[in-house]
């Protein structure tokens, strides 16, 4: 059975007397954006904070914004290659030292650094690596679920490939069940997932930014995944309605065409990466959180929005139903609908009660989130294979 906690839980007990050196693998790091770059530099303040030592190994353009701990970055200029091996030969000198690894991306980098270092590896998974890479490559254009019984010979090595990195890790921690469902179905060991809900921010108060009446707020990474090219249908189609998008990513030069063919350009603003105090901060002067993801494992945002009392739209993927619910806290649309999701954005704005309703339920659905609960059992998780 997977070992799921989420809701209401009890901090796990202290670990101040255990002191662990970490070897942290992640993908991308501030000034990046989107998930993985927020928990990175959230969860090693908190790790530093009780006492323990953390080095991040991590790719980037620049120089990191963020040091709560010593942060190496290997530049992305570099080709794939020597960038992904640059990327095993810290993480192994990291390892070295450490008593555990633990990786949110780069898993194969982090299981040879790990079995390089004899050290066990703990993997946090945020989405299918395989599937994320076919879908970059063009390898595979369909779905996730459809991906995993794909044939052909290119998609058999990429989840080969991911599956044999993963099999190294000593414990897997996914923040949705929906998802570590479907790394069962890699041959994982279930007796080694574990299923623990990206947490929401600490609970401070945070003056909502003025936005104009019908405003939705995307905030995230601007890639293919977010499908923000139906979402910018859905505006067009939807009058009264209007779209702050908070990020950026790959995809943003052709959203900014996309949004200027649409007919609605004067409702559609990018407002670029914003830090994560003043992204909380529109997000609660919107009328509701926005995401039109085309699939997801649980995103920040979602999390994110119902922990500053705002309401979320979104499409009904991954394991964003586990946390977003239907008529509850939010509405839930099928993917890839632009008529759908403007039905749900003008019932937002003209259904009389319903976003008050929805609001009042958003914040005390996550309220069982709190960092300090999330971050006390993955440091459990951290804390009990290093031993």
Not at 116 to 130: G, M, Q
Not at 165 to 194: K, M, N
Request: hydrophobic share 45%; glycine share 10%; net charge positive.
């Amino acid at each position: 059975m997977l070992r799921v906690f989420s809701g209401a839980l009890a901090p796990g007990p202290s670990l101040r007397g255990s002191y662990m050196r970490i070897a942290f693998f992640t993908g991308i790091w501030p000034p990046d954006v989107g998930g993985p770059a927020t928990h990175g530099p959230d969860f090693a303040r908190f790790l530093v904070g009780r006492g323990h030592a953390v080095h991040v190994v991590t790719m980037g353009d620049g120089e990191p914004t963020e040091r709560p701990c010593e942060v190496s970055v290997v530049s992305r200029r570099l080709p794939f290659p020597l960038r992904y091996g640059q990327v095993t030969l810290r993480g192994a000198r990291a390892a070295r030292s450490a008593d555990v690894v633990y990786a949110t991306a780069t898993y194969a980098a982090a299981a040879a650094a790990a079995t390089v270092a004899r050290r066990p590896l703990v993997a946090k998974l945020v989405s299918d690596p395989a599937y994320e890479r076919a879908r970059r490559l063009r390898l595979f254009t369909g779905t996730l679920e459809d991906f995993q019984h794909s044939a052909t010979a290119a998609v058999r090595a990429l989840r080969g490939a991911r599956t044999r990195a993963l099999g190294t890790a000593t414990a897997i921690v996914v923040p949705s069940a929906y998802l570590a469902e479907i790394a069962v179905g890699w041959g994982l060991d279930r007796h080694r997932i574990t299923v623990l809900t990206n947490p929401a921010p600490p609970p401070v108060a945070v003056e909502p930014a003025v936005l104009e009446p019908g405003t939705f707020v995307f905030v995230g990474r601007l890639t293919e995944q977010k499908a923000l090219g139906v979402a910018i249908d859905a505006i067009a189609r939807t009058p009264a309605a209007s779209l702050a998008i908070v990020g950026d990513g790959p995809e943003r030069a052709q959203l900014e065409r996309i949004a200027a063919a649409s007919g609605a350009s004067d409702r559609i603003r990018f407002l670029g990466s914003r830090t994560r105090d003043d992204a909380l901060r529109i997000a609660a002067g919107a009328e509701a959180g926005l995401l039109s993801s085309a699939w997801e494992n649980l995103p920040h945002s979602a999390v994110e929005a119902l922990s500053v009392g705002v309401p979320v739209v979104s499409t009904a993927v991954g394991g964003v139903p586990e946390v977003v619910h239907d008529g509850e806290n939010g509405l839930l649309v099928p993917p890839g609908r632009p008529d759908e999701l403007a039905r749900a954005l003008a019932r937002i704005l003209e259904e009389p009660g319903l976003r008050e309703r929805l609001a009042a339920a958003a914040k005390p659905s996550v309220a069982g989130l709190s960092s300090d609960v999330i971050y006390a059992r993955l440091e459990g998780v951290l804390a009990g294979v290093s031993r």
